[in-house]
């Protein structure tokens, strides 16, 4: 399956290798670079690169490259999915996964990288597992660990470490037992010129900080569950319970977890939360005017935050001079993304920048209009209107303290100009 | 590379652990790793290495890693590390390991000094040690220890932690990469490790399998039914090498599910055992499905589920699964999930993408709904959008070109040249497959001829020319303004392009084709090399067709490519002129008289197809398939045979029935599922429980002879009972009674016991399994028991004690299970089953239906809270009762039975139901429908069977004796016996009465259970002093003990 693991930079420096079979020597990521070199930008890289006698699948995660190197037949996603999935457990591990970061914790990487894979097929993937065996690093233990000079690895290993639920360490215990849900629902939709919707579809996912002493059972249910009717979930949910009442039965891991992700498709009509009128105009004369403004549509009365609008412009266009109603703009003369930090949409006021855009001299006026991208949250709101009915705890005693959140967001949210 | 100065400030780590214990000493050394040579630092880290504290141990260590993660060569220190292989500090002992397995294969002879502390660390009681020193040997490459290595294999294969089971199926392919001839040897390992039907075993299993004999194919038949029941347990990354495989193995032994004829109806026999409900639902929707062998539909079906996997390589896995295998109407079910997928990863978007698009060059209808999800967003990779493009072409029809066309449109003004190249190629593509469209995506194209940007230009000539050439009617208009773009345009295949256009219409256009050879004869040396070929081609054609106008220059372009720097257009040259223009002395060849019929002879119009339409060769979702070339290792999947090959070496008879998709296992201990499934055996290993216990007892009890033969009494008229109670229980009760000694063994706590009884198991499995009925009971039993130890999908509900992995300890092999232990207690089997009968329906009062219905005490397989009724139904009428089912009101306190059909004349059928009684005895009614007529019956328990036996030591009965007092105790006192009874006379009567456990105690009967629903504790203690009883009962349920009470008392007083 997989061979060796290179994480390298984007500006192509190997700072890290693992080999779980016999070495490969690092020349082999030369056809890796010889790739970067030749895609425009890191994101073109194709995942899969054929050399003569490896295969190099790579995947791209905060501007670090992870390249596996195969030497035979194997499913690609499978060894995708699972670069994915190591990086995910590095994030749990260390907040964030930079070059930084793996540089300062290159023992905990090495080792976690070693229980991960066992002659390159996976072993241990689930980070409740992984964190019996080996300990993340906190700051107040690394102080700790520096007055009493103890380490982070737990001086005796756990005895019964695969406890029957091998997503659930065993002998969890809190003082104060919370269970808070995070239910975000992304929006992405592609709005053509006059204003329509090409299409729409909501990416929901609820995500879940458990922290309950002891093995509970927890079930939640829906009020209208029937909405949520593509979804995948978390190994610990009971298939067969959801299949047969709608509600989701399990046993949560200990900490956080993505419980599940539900995909309501572009064939069902979705509510935009906000809409964006634009005017961008390109005269001959070397110059442009853009005139745009955003509000809300639907929102159930709650407020439009974080809302920020980004324009890649052709690149004839040299700088802008714009005013904003409200907010701050810059322009990247490199990468000629135009950024508008809106902030919070009212209503009464709706939100409003226009301006010149002035274009190379002598170059002529670019043939197509930039497609704009909008970011924006609106907190205790799902748009598809999805709820949660009630939360409930089995198994154990105490009544722990529930909480559940939501929010909606953009995903990819583009309006074609 | 600039890394070996600045490795060690690079790792913030060192340094902040430098200030650990020996301040100046580690100060030093950190200085010393930037400014001094490598030898010195070395020297420093051996010194460290060599010290005898753990902290510079391990920081040495760690900057050892730090070198090895970066890719420098460590290998010097070799010696100085592997010494510290045997250091108590756990973590240092792990890098030492990391170290050891990179550093192995570069100096063997060192690496085999630590071979011992493996071999030891093998024996250690934490599994989680044994696991990593498994791995740890097994992946140091050094072919003398392969002989090592196969006995730790071989150990670690039989040994109870799954985890090192696990480990151990690993480490199976690393042998066999290290020395292929163990393949044999390996093999028979595998097989063993095919039988464990733990869920955290089988994926590597199954991995070891695909990596050391994927041909043999023939090993998995009698696993295949569990692989796929228990395939949704499995951990996702075991599920998709578990489905690949079963992709392969449905392939040879299933006969091709869209085959239109269905000759061979002599498979279809058995279909109907367990499926027949669902054969039934394709019948509506499909007027005349092929049947599929059971088999195959199992497969389809537990794949399902997967669909819902959060893991993506999982997804797409069940999603090539259907539609390599799955009957055509069902290849829709992975559409949505597919779609999904795209909003994942951009790596993720690519695979399935090419997927997606391969499918659409078969089966366009399927994604088709989902056409919006395909259109391309500004912000995605060239790539992706390029595989978007592809899917949408593939995806149009009549009905949604339009939508397409406009979409396509938009993409134009994109500033990715290369994604609107293949934009200008999609819509030649859709042009020519939709007829409809042709004209307008012309002229579309036509306008884009004269589009700013020269790569619009360059493609759009190329794609334009292929339409051209497929349109019967040529476009003068078209060509004209072609040859009139021609010095405009810079990109070659463009120019060339035009040239064969021209070339080829050239008496269509006559005035405008030689002036462009003119042209391009001026500037044919600085041409492309493709140009420089098309430019001859054009004067080819121009000198056959318009000799008079265009001989010179014909004969000039030959010239000048007579002296060309290229190999092949100096061959075309000479190839060319010798036909069309044999030099005088010669005869007209034959070549010459046909020079016009070889050049201008009719083309067929090149076909504008999927590029993905050549990747069908290979499987869904494989590397091999997503380059589009066959990697190394890739296996063709097979194609289905023409006859199925025999379906029978599949049966390991009723496994998959008694695991219907319905039945919810619950958790227990391995006692009660053994005691449910072989009771007869069950109940030898109690009386042999017993019988010893009396032994030991009988010398002090006068009474041992009295009391022996009043247990064999009880238990031969289990005996009868339990043989007319259910077929099932008949046939396994003739298992051997050392089999049931060794599963008695079996706790869990008892290490011995359950490696023993894996050994039983397999050996049971080789048996053949086409053998007797008993045998296959017995096997069957067993996969369920293992079932149930594996982890499922049940409610570890408190009550239930869960499965903890052992702790490895070493216990004698004869030691007493349970009753040596202190604190166990678990659910065993009635010690006197089956409870009491009584007759349900009377066959008066039915008109000629009698119905029996009997308590058997063992707990429901459904849910444990169900308490198993038998039901005998007697038809006592003169006509044959045609179909028997039930209904009730409320499904969650009733397992109906499977309906019965046609119950002949004066016989009996049985049938068995669950009950929840809710802890209550009232009686729960339910309608028997037989042949249409319903029949209201009331099933009323007595108190005893609602409860079940449960095993506690001693202690814990004390224990809760103490929790249970006040009210929840219930006492009666001055119960008469008559003159001679003694106290274990008692036994028998009250075992019948209730579905107790008998805790052995000298001076008083001591039963205790738990009911049923609930789960509370139930304790029953009888003393006898003076001829008089005292009757106690003890349990949370007031209501319950109060019946107990009353009918315990009634039982011991009619004494």
Redesign the interface.
């Known amino acids: 399956m997989i061979h060796s693991l290179f994480i390298i930079n984007t500006s192509g420096d190997v700072f890290m290798e693992k080999h779980w079979k016999s070495v490969i020597p690092r020349c082999v990521c030369d056809y890796f670079f010889d790739a970067q070199r030749k895609a425009n930008c890191s994101e073109d890289i194709p995942p899969v690169i054929t050399t003569p006698h490896h295969y190099l699948i790579s995947v791209l995660r905060n501007s670090v490259f992870y390249v596996a190197v195969c030497l035979t037949e194997v499913p690609p996603l499978f060894v995708i999915e699972f670069l994915h999935r190591a990086v995910d457990i590095f994030v749990d591990y260390f907040g964030e996964c930079t070059e930084a970061t793996i540089k300062e914790h290159y023992v905990v990487v090495y080792e976690l990288l070693d229980e991960l894979l066992d002659n390159g097929f996976p072993l241990a993937t689930e980070s409740n597992v992984l964190k019996e065996l080996i300990k993340p690093p906190n700051i107040l233990r690394s102080i700790a660990n520096t007055v009493t000079g103890k380490t982070n690895m737990s001086v005796t290993l756990p005895s019964s470490q695969l406890s029957n639920v091998p997503w659930r360490r065993a002998g969890v215990k809190y003082t104060t037992n919370d269970i808070l849900l995070d239910l975000t629902e992304e929006v992405d939709a592609i709005i053509d010129k006059s204003g329509a919707t090409v299409t729409s579809e909501i990416q929901g996912y609820v995500d879940c900080w458990a922290r309950l002493s002891g093995m509970p059972d927890l079930t939640l249910s829906f009020t209208n569950p029937r909405l949520l009717d593509d979804v995948s979930f978390h190994p610990c949910v009971r298939l067969r319970r959801w299949e047969d009442e709608r509600v989701l039965s399990f046993v949560p891991p200990d900490g956080n977890f993505r419980l599940l992700t539900y995909h309501i498709s572009s064939q069902s009509v979705v509510a935009l939360p906000v809409y964006v009128r634009h005017n961008i105009s390109f005269r001959d004369t070397a110059a442009g005017k853009m005139d745009i403004t955003i509000g809300p549509r639907q929102t159930m009365g709650r407020t439009i935050e974080n809302v920020k609008l980004e324009l890649p412009m052709s690149k004839s266009v040299v700088s802008c001079n714009l005013t904003a109603t409200q907010g701050k703009y810059s322009f990247d003369p490199v990468t000629r993304v135009l950024m508008w930090d809106v902030g919070r949409v009212d209503p009464s006021r709706l939100p409003n920048i226009r301006g010149n855009l002035s274009l190379l001299s002598g170059a002529p006026p670019p043939e197509s209009s930039p497609t704009i991208s909008v970011q924006f949250t609106i907190s205790q709101l799902a748009v598809s209107g999805i709820k949660v009915n009630r939360l409930d705890i089995y198994g154990e005693k105490y009544k722990p303290f529930k909480g559940v959140k939501y929010a909606t967001k953009a995903g990819k949210f583009q309006i074609r100009t | 590379m600039t890394t070996t100065s600045m490795d060690m400030t ?4 060192s340094e ?2 430098s ?3 020996d301040t100046d000493y580690a100060g030093d050394v950190a200085s010393g790793g930037i400014f001094t040579s490598d030898y010195k630092k070395y020297d420093d880290l051996k010194q460290m290495l060599d010290s005898n504290k753990d ?1 510079l141990k ?1 920081e040495a260590m ?1 900057r050892i ?2 070198m ?4 420098r060569d460590a290998s010097e220190l070799f010696a100085a590390v592997v010494k510290n292989v045997v250091s108590s500090n ?2 240092v002992k ?2 030492v390991y ?1 170290y050891l397995v ?1 550093y192995a ?1 570069e100096q063997q002879d060192l690496a085999l000094l630590s071979i011992s502390t493996f071999q030891r660390a093998l024996k250690d009681p ?4 044994r696991a990593c020193a498994l ?1 740890v040997l ?2 140091i ?1 050094v072919s003398v220890i392969v002989p090592i290595m196969m006995l730790a294999i071989k150990e670690s294969v039989m040994d109870m ?3 090192v089971r ?2 151990a199926a ?2 199976i ?2 042998l066999y ?1 290290l020395d292929p001839e163990q393949k044999e040897e390996l093999m028979q390992v595998l097989e063993r490790l095919l039988n464990d039907n733990t869920t ?1 075993v089988m994926g ?1 299993a199954v ?1 070891a399998f695909e990596e050391v004999c994927p041909e043999r194919i023939d090993l998995i038949h009698c696993h295949y039914r569990k692989l796929c029941v228990l395939l ?1 347990e499995v ?3 075991g599920q ?1 090498v578990i489905i ?1 495989m079963l992709t392969r193995y449905a392939r040879t032994q299933f006969r091709d599910p869209n085959r239109g004829d269905n000759k061979s109806t002599a498979r279809g026999d058995t279909s109907t055992n367990f499926y027949g409900e669902e054969n039934d639902d394709e019948d509506t929707e499909n007027p005349s499905p092929p049947p599929l062998d059971p088999d195959h539909r199992l497969l389809l079906r537990n794949t399902k ?1 997967l669909l ?6 999982v ?3 069940v999603s090539q699964l259907y539609q390599h295998i799955a009957p055509s109407s069902e290849a829709s079910e992975v559409v ?2 597919m ?2 997928l795209m ?1 994942s ?4 978007q ?3 993408l090419s997927n997606i698009a391969s499918i659409t060059t078969q089966r366009k209808g399927l994604f088709e ?2 056409l ?2 395909f ?1 391309v ?3 995605d ?3 992706i959008k390029v595989l978007k493009l592809e899917v949408l072409t593939n995806l149009a029809t009549e009905s949604n070109i339009s939508g397409i066309l406009r ?1 396509l449109q ?1 993409y134009l ?3 990715d040249k290369q994604f609107v190249a293949a934009t200008i190629q999609a819509i030649g593509r859709c042009a020519s497959s939709i007829s409809s469209v042709t004209d307008s995506c012309l002229s579309g194209l036509v306008t884009l001829l004269s589009h ?1 940007d020269e790569c619009v230009v360059g493609e759009s000539v190329v794609v334009v020319r292929k339409l051209l050439q497929t349109e019967a009617v040529p476009h003068k208009d078209i060509i004209k303004h072609m040859a009139r773009l021609l010095p405009s345009i810079r990109i070659a295949t463009a120019r060339a392009s035009i040239l064969w256009l021209l070339g080829e219409h050239c008496e269509k256009v006559p005035n405008i084709a030689p002036d462009v050879l003119r042209i391009c004869a001026k500037s044919f040396c600085s041409e492309e090399d493709s140009v420089k070929l098309q430019i001859l081609t054009l004067a080819t054609k121009l000198q056959l067709s318009n000799p008079q106008q265009t001989v010179l220059l014909c004969q000039y372009v030959y010239n000048l490519a007579k002296y060309d720097a290229n190999y092949d257009i100096r061959d075309r040259a000479r190839l060319l002129r010798a036909v069309v223009l044999p030099s005088t002395g010669d005869a007209p060849s034959i070549f010459t008289a046909n020079a016009k019929g070889l050049f201008m002879a009719y083309k067929p119009p090149p076909q504008h197809q999927s590029t993905f339409k050549d990747r069908e060769q290979f499987q869904l ?4 398939h ?2 589009n ?1 066959r ?5 063709d999947l097979p194609d289905f045979p023409e006859e199925a090959p025999d379906p029978t070496v599949r049966s390991v008879p009723e496994f998959a029935d008694s695991v219907s ?1 319905k039945h ?1 296992t619950v ?1 227990k201990t391995s006692k009660t599922a053994k005691k449910f499934y072989s009771s007869g055996s069950g109940e030898s290993e109690d009386e042999s429980d017993e019988s010893s216990d009396e032994e030991s007892e009988s010398s002090k009890n006068d009474d041992g002879s009295k009391k022996e033969s009043d247990c064999s009494s009880t238990s031969s008229s289990q005996e009868e009972d339990s043989g007319s109670s259910s077929d099932e229980e008949e046939s396994s009760s003739s298992s051997s009674s050392s089999d049931s000694d060794e599963e008695s063994s079996s706790s869990e706590e008892d290490s011995s016991g359950n490696a023993k009884q894996e050994q039983q198991f397999e050996s049971s499995a080789k048996k053949p399994v086409s053998g007797k009925p008993t045998k296959s009971v017995e096997s069957k039993t067993k996969s369920n028991l293992d079932m149930l130890l594996s ?1 499922d ?1 049940v ?4 009550d239930t004690p ?4 052992s ?2 300890g070493f216990l004698p092999v004869g030691a007493e299970p349970s009753t040596t232990t202190p604190g166990v207690s678990g659910p065993v089997a009635a010690a006197v089953a089956p409870g009491y009968t009584y007759e349900l329906l009377n066959r008066v009062a039915s008109g000629g239906l009698a119905i029996k219905a009997t308590f058997t005490r063992s707990p429901h397989l459904y849910c444990p809270k169900m308490a198993t009724v038998q039901l005998s139904f007697t038809n006592y009428s003169d006509e044959i009762i045609h179909s028997i089912s039930m209904e009730t009101s409320d499904s969650k306190l009733f397992h109906p039975f499977p309906s019965l059909s046609n119950l002949a004349v004066g016989n009996t059928a049985h049938a068995t139901l669950g009950v929840d009684f809710c802890d209550s005895s009232q009686s729960a009614s339910l309608g028997i429908l037989a042949d249409g007529r319903r029949h209201g019956v009331a099933i009323a328990p007595r108190v005893g069977e609602l409860v079940a036996p449960t095993r506690m030591d001693e202690a814990t009965f004390t224990q809760h004796q103490g929790s249970l007092r006040g009210m929840h105790e219930q006492t009666k006192s001055g119960l008469k016996l008559s003159k001679e009874a003694e106290l274990q006379d008692l036994v028998a009567p009250l075992l019948t009465a209730a579905n107790l456990w008998l805790l052995q105690h000298p001076q008083s009967i001591r039963l205790c259970g738990k009911t049923l629903s609930g789960g509370s504790v139930v304790l029953v203690v009888v003393t006898v002093a003076d001829g008089e009883a005292r009757l106690t009962v003890h349990c949370e349920k007031l209501t319950v003990a109060s019946m107990l009470l009353k009918e315990l008392a009634h039982v011991i007083d009619s004494l």
Request: no cysteine; net charge positive.
């Open positions: 690079g790792y913030g780590g902040r652990s200030g650990v214990g902290n391990l760690k890693i730090g090895v993660a970066k890719g756990l973590e792990k890098l990391v990179r294969e934490n599994q989680l040690i791995r097994s992946s490459r932690s799954p985890y696990k480990t690993h480490a392919p690393k990469s955290l590597s991995m949704v951990e996702e990354w998709v690949n589920p819902q996997s959060r893991n993506a390589a997804v797409l896995a949505r999930a779609v999904r909003r990863h951009r790596e993720t690519a695979i399935v709904p989902h919006k999800s259109f967003r500004s912000s990779p060239t790539h979409e938009t003004g994109s500033s700013r979702g494989t590397l091999s997503f380059i070339a990697a190394s290792g890739y296996k998709p919810k958790k982890l999908e409610p570890p509900s408190i869960m499965l903890t992995p702790m490895g």
